[in-house]
């Protein structure tokens, strides 16, 4: 499992690079359907040890999107609500991936940190990379970077900029409990 969680290290990484120069936007569309859905809710540990909590639906429907996206960092209080998806696409895993289908969610949230007089909103754009590698959900898996200084791809709708932000740490790591589904 280890060697599973360096080879997709090594492969997010190479995501953020191309993200940067946009190559991987022709890479994915040429990947991935014109149709995808996929749902989804559970909990992951942060790479702090802590509890990181999500759910999801997210469809793409011939380039018409729509769904919703929570995320909750129980260790800081952070809240993620997404107000928009700038694309959804479902691609092959990477190699050395646990078999599965992967699907990308790209889009614009509202992030919220503090409480009482110290709340704070603020728009971040976000990626989301899901797994879903069959039943009860056991090798599922979930990971979600938020962007500041961000830009929205007026072509593909892929989100890059500052990573400001990213669960579960250094390494793609299943769920911990709950369910992916890409149907």
Known sequence: M???AIKMFAFRLMVCALLAVGALATAL?????????TTGGGFITLSTGGKG????????????LKGNLTYQDHDTGMMVKAIEYTAI???????????GEC??????AEVTTGTGRNKVTVLRGFMVDVLDAGE??????????LYSNYTVDPVTGYVSGT?????PGQQFDT???GNIQVH
Do not use: R, S
Request: net charge negative; proline share 10%.
């Open 2 to 4: 280890k060697n599973v």
């Open 136 to 145: 009860p959900g056991t090798l599922d898996g979930f990971w979600i970077t």
């Open 175 to 177: 769920i911990d409990g």
């Open 163 to 167: 990573i400001v932000y990213e669960q």
């Open 103 to 108: 699907v990308w969610l790209f889009g614009v």
């Open 29 to 37: 569309q040429a990947a991935g359907p014109a149709e995808v859905k």
């Open 89 to 99: 696409v479902a691609a092959p895993c990477p190699p050395g991936h646990p078999m």
């Open 53 to 64: 909590t999500f759910g999801y639906n997210a469809q793409n429907n011939d380039g018409e």
